[in-house]
């Protein structure tokens, strides 16, 4: 079974930054293209970045592009997420989730459960 | 960008009923459409894939159509559990967007 475990949120003053990470179990890491999707409290879910299967193409929203950083390293099964000048529209829980497949186009089809973060001054 | 239209944003429905979502996108996006299920407190779940694939382990009563701009998706006989709010994704290409999503609720 997939297990997708999120860390690293918390509350942060608007210019800070932080580092999401997320721990893959029970699948061959370096298989699948992984991404970030966010979703503010209440409301809908926003696509955030994703990364393909090697690490070697990195995609963005127009909202963080230039600001986040999605990265990987296939050896220890993590995705990260470096966010740096926050804003406080930047809050909100951050999910993980897995492509099915080696590039980053396709079916979510396992999440993890988030790691809210918070940015406010 | 490709937007995603998505309606009802909220929808109110009976045990044993048929529940119909549309989504619709500004442009075409071939069967690259996603549908989820979110129930309160928990992340989203896949449940049918390329407009009308469905997921592994999913129940049967839930269904999706569609191609080019305009989807569906239903269910055939509303279950209690099935209390959710429903989302629609395109991944033809980048930005993945997401439909705004609609709340289904039991009357």
């Known amino acids: 079974e997939v297990q997708l475990l999120e860390s690293g949120g918390g509350s942060e003053h608007p210019g800070g930054s932080l580092r999401l990470s997320c721990a893959a179990s029970?699948?061959?890491?370096?298989?699948?293209?992984m991404s970030w999707v966010r979703q503010v409290p209440g409301k809908g879910l926003e696509w955030v970045s994703s990364?393909?299967?090697?690490?070697?193409?990195?995609y963005y929203a127009d909202s963080v592009k230039g600001r986040f950083t999605i990265s990987r390293d296939n050896s220890r099964n993590t995705l990260y997420l470096q966010m740096n000048s926050l804003r406080a529209e930047d809050t909100a829980l951050y999910y993980c989730?897995?492509?099915?497949?080696?590039?980053?186009?396709?079916?979510?089809?396992?999440w993890g459960q988030g790691t809210l973060v918070t940015v406010s001054s | 960008d490709i937007q995603m239209t998505q309606s009802p944003s909220s929808l109110s429905a009976s045990v044993g009923d048929r529940v119909t979502i549309t989504c619709q996108a500004s442009q075409d996006i071939r069967n690259y459409l996603n549908w989820y299920q979110q129930k309160p407190g928990k992340a989203p779940k896949l449940l049918i894939y390329g407009a009308f694939n469905l997921e592994t382990g999913v129940p049967s009563r839930f269904s999706g159509s569609g191609s080019g701009t305009d989807f569906t998706f239903t269910i055939i006989s509303l279950q209690p559990e099935d209390i959710a709010t429903y989302y629609c994704q395109q991944y033809d290409n980048f930005p993945q967007t997401f439909g705004q999503g609609t709340k289904l609720e039991i009357k």
């Open positions: 989730a897995k492509v099915d497949k080696l590039t980053p186009l396709g079916k979510l089809d396992s």
């Open positions: 029970g699948l061959t890491f370096n298989n699948y293209a």
């Open positions: 990364i393909n299967s090697g690490g070697s193409s990195t």
